[in-house]
C-alpha cells in the first residue's frame, strides 16, 4: 500500500448495517474526489487505509472498498452481486457448450432513477449504463472526472428509498457482497429474526467457507493490516452472526484490532410485542458475546433506550431529522462513525485500533458510548475557544448509543475528535490589551484549545483528542437535514435557501462511561422479567435456558466494571 497504510477490513452485517455503511462509504467518494485534484496537498485522512487498488478484465486500475457485506434475499433490488465494475459484457455472451440452452432470466429491479441521475450528472455513468472509474488518490489510473458546469445538486426523495443500494454511489468489488439467500428481507416468513438464527448461517458450511474466502483475499493483500470494523445490526438476527463473525476473526486474526459498531435503527412500534422482545433478546445477546470476541464494542442508536421502556430519539438543536426513516437516522450515525473513527485513519501519526481500544477499555470496560455534535455550530467571526465557551459546562455532544443522559455521569476514559474548524478559527483574535474572557482564549494553537477544554470539562479522564481541518461530507445523496448552515457549514442568520451544505464541522467522542453501569444493569432486570415460555420461537431458534442464564450473569459482570461513579465526580 502507498505510503505504508494501515489497513481496515470493513464487514457490514444487516440492512441497517448496509444503511449506514452507504452513506459512510458515499462520504468517503466525496472526500476521494477531493483527494484526486492535483492542486490539493494530501488530506489529512489516508484513504488507502479502507481503499483497495485493483484492475479491471480491461486492465484499468480501480479503487474500491475493502469491503465484505452480508445481507438476506430480496435486499438489492437492482444492484447485482457482483456489482457492475468488473463486468464484461463479451465474456457473459461467450459460451463453451454448443448444445440446446433454456434461458432463465429474473427480472431485474430498476435503477432508483435519484441515483441514476446523479451518477450520470457527475459522469460516472454514461447514457448506455457503462461505469466510468474515479481516478485514484495517488495519481494513477484515469483521468479525474470533470463536468463542465457544476451539475443541480439532487436530493433523493425520501419515499423512493427502500434499501441502501437505492443511493449508493459507490462500486464494489466482486468479492464484497455475500447474500444469504436462506432468509428473506422482505414479507413475513422466512426472516432472520433471532440470534440463535444468525449463529446459525456461519455454522453452515456454505456461508462459512464463502465468508473465509472473502476475508482470506482481502487480508492477503495488505501490507500492514491493523484490523477489522464490524458494522453489525443488533437488533435482529444479525447480532448472531455479528458475534460467529468476531469469533472468527478473533481465532484466525490473533492481536489485530477488532472493532465493533452495534447498530440499531430508530423508534420501535409498541405493537409489535414479538418484534421488541426479539430486540430485547439479540441485544443483550449481541452485546455481550461481541465483547468477548472484539477489542471494543460501541452500540450506535438515535433512540433514547436500548430496553423495552419506550424513550424519545435524540435531539439536535441545528439538524432536523425524522427519527422513522432509516434514510435519515443512518446519514447520521454514519457521519458520526465518520468522525470517530479518524484517529485510526489518519494520514500522519495514526492511532492504531488496537491502542485506541486499551486506552478505552481500562479495566476491561469494553463497552463504549458514543457522542457527537451535528454541526458543531461554528459562528462567522467568532473562534474555536469563543464557541467552546458558549458551550458552557454540560457535555457538548448529543449521546448516540441509547444509553441515558450522559451529563450527570463519569467518564473513565475518552477519545474526542474536533473536525472541520478552519485554522484562521483555532485561537483567539481578541485586539492585544483585551481581558481575555477564559483561560481557552490564552492559548496560541486550536490542539492546545481543546486539550484545555477537555481538561477543564472532565479534569482526571485519560483524554485523546484530534484536531482536524477536513470537514465531514454531506453532499447528495445525504439527506438535506440543514437549514440554516452555509455550504461550509457555517452557522447562518436565517433559513439558507441557496446551494446544499457540502462539508460540515463535526464534534465526536467516544467514551468509556458509567452510565452502561445502569444500562447494562437495566437490560438483565428487563430480561429477569421476562417468561422464556412465552417465547419459545426465539428459543428454538438455538437458545438453551441456560444460555440466558449465563447471559444474566456476563450482563451483572459487564455492568459491575463501570459501578464508579454513578454520579459526576468532582
Known amino acids: 500500500m502507498a505510503g505504508g497504510a494501515r489497513e481496515v477490513l470493513t464487514l457490514q452485517l444487516g440492512h441497517f448495517a448496509g444503511f449506514v455503511g452507504a452513506h459512510w462509504w458515499n462520504q468517503q ?16 485522512l489516508c484513504p488507502d487505509v479502507l481503499y483497495r487498488t485493483g484492475r479491471t478484465l480491461h486492465g484499468q486500475e480501480t479503487y474500491t472498498p475493502r469491503l465484505i457485506l452480508m445481507d438476506l434475499k430480496g435486499s438489492l433490488n437492482s444492484l447485482k452481486e457482483e456489482g457492475g465494475l468488473y463486468r464484461d459484457k463479451q465474456l457473459d455472451a461467450t459460451i463453451a457448450w454448443q448444445g440446446k440452452l433454456t434461458t432463465h432470466k429474473e427480472e431485474l429491479y430498476p435503477k432508483n432513477p435519484y441515483l441514476q441521475d446523479l451518477l450520470s450528472a457527475e459522469g460516472v455513468l454514461s447514457s448506455d449504463g457503462v461505469c466510468r472509474v474515479k481516478s485514484i488518490p495517488n495519481g494513477k489510473g484515469p483521468p479525474p472526472l470533470t463536468n463542465a458546469t457544476t451539475p443541480k445538486p439532487f436530493i433523493p426523495m425520501e419515499g423512493s428509498i427502500r434499501v441502501w443500494s437505492d443511493f449508493l454511489k459507490v462500486h464494489l468489488h466482486p468479492r464484497s457482497i455475500c447474500m444469504i439467500q436462506k432468509y428473506n428481507h422482505d414479507g413475513d416468513t422466512g426472516r432472520l429474526e433471532a440470534f440463535g438464527q444468525g449463529e446459525s448461517v456461519l455454522k453452515e458450511p456454505k456461508y462459512l467457507e464463502e465468508l473465509e474466502d472473502r476475508l482470506h483475499f482481502y487480508v492477503e493483500e495488505c501490507d500492514y493490516l491493523q484490523g477489522f470494523q464490524i458494522l453489525c445490526d443488533l437488533h435482529d438476527g444479525f447480532s448472531g452472526v455479528g ?16 472493532i465493533t459498531w452495534g447498530l440499531l435503527p430508530g423508534p420501535y412500534n409498541l405493537t409489535e410485542p414479538q418484534k421488541n422482545i426479539y430486540r ?40 432536523h431529522y425524522d427519527a422513522t426513516l432509516p434514510f435519515h437516522c443512518s446519514a447520521i450515525l454514519a457521519t458520526a462513525l465518520d468522525t470517530v473513527t479518524v484517529p485510526y485513519r489518519l494520514r500522519s501519526s495514526p492511532v492504531s485500533m488496537v491502542h485506541l481500544a486499551d486506552m478505552l477499555s481500562i479495566s476491561g470496560k469494553k463497552v463504549v458510548t458514543a457522542g457527537a455534535t451535528i454541526p458543531f455550530p461554528l459562528v462567522p467571526g467568532q473562534s474555536l475557544p469563543d464557541t467552546l465557551m458558549q458551550l458552557g459546562g454540560a ?37 492585544p490589551g483585551t ?43 445525504y439527506p438535506h437535514l440543514f437549514s440554516n448552515f452555509s455550504q461550509q457549514g457555517v452557522v447562518l442568520d436565517g433559513t439558507h435557501t441557496g446551494a446544499a451544505v457540502e462539508g460540515i464541522p463535526v464534534f465526536g467522542a467516544l467514551c468509556s462511561s458509567s452510565s452502561l453501569h445502569q444500562t447494562l444493569g437495566g437490560l438483565a432486570k428487563e430480561l429477569t422479567k421476562l417468561d422464556l415460555r ?3 420461537s426465539f428459543m428454538d431458534a ?24 454513578d454520579s459526576l465526580v468532582d
Open 29 to 44: 467518494d466525496a472526500e476521494l474526489g477531493r483527494a484526486t485534484d492535483a492542486k490539493e496537498p494530501p488530506g489529512e
Open 243 to 258: 458475534t460467529k463473525t468476531a469469533e472468527l476473526l478473533h481465532d484466525e486474526y490473533s492481536g489485530r484490532g477488532i
Open 280 to 319: 430485547l433478546l439479540n441485544t443483550a445477546f449481541g452485546l455481550v458475546h461481541l465483547t468477548a470476541y472484539s477489542s471494543l464494542v460501541c452500540p450506535l442508536s438515535l433512540g433514547g433506550s436500548l430496553g423495552l421502556r419506550p424513550e424519545p430519539p435524540v435531539n439536535f438543536p441545528y439538524l
Open 395 to 431: 457535555t457538548p455532544w448529543t449521546p448516540l448509543s441509547a444509553c441515558g443522559d450522559p451529563s450527570r455521569t463519569r467518564c473513565f476514559a475518552q477519545s474526542v475528535v474536533l473536525r472541520g474548524i478552519d485554522r484562521a478559527h483555532h485561537t483567539s483574535q481578541l485586539t
Open 435 to 477: 481581558p481575555l474572557p477564559s483561560p481557552l482564549h490564552a492559548c496560541t494553537t486550536g490542539e492546545e484549545v481543546l486539550a484545555k477544554y477537555l481538561q477543564q470539562q472532565q479534569p482526571r479522564v485519560m483524554s485523546s483528542s484530534h484536531l482536524l481541518l477536513t470537514p465531514c461530507k454531506v453532499a447528495p445523496p
Open 534 to 536: 412465552r417465547w419459545t
Open 542 to 565: 438455538g437458545v438453551e435456558k441456560d444460555d440466558v442464564e449465563e447471559l444474566l450473569q456476563e450482563l451483572h459482570s459487564l455492568a459491575q466494571c463501570y459501578q464508579d461513579g
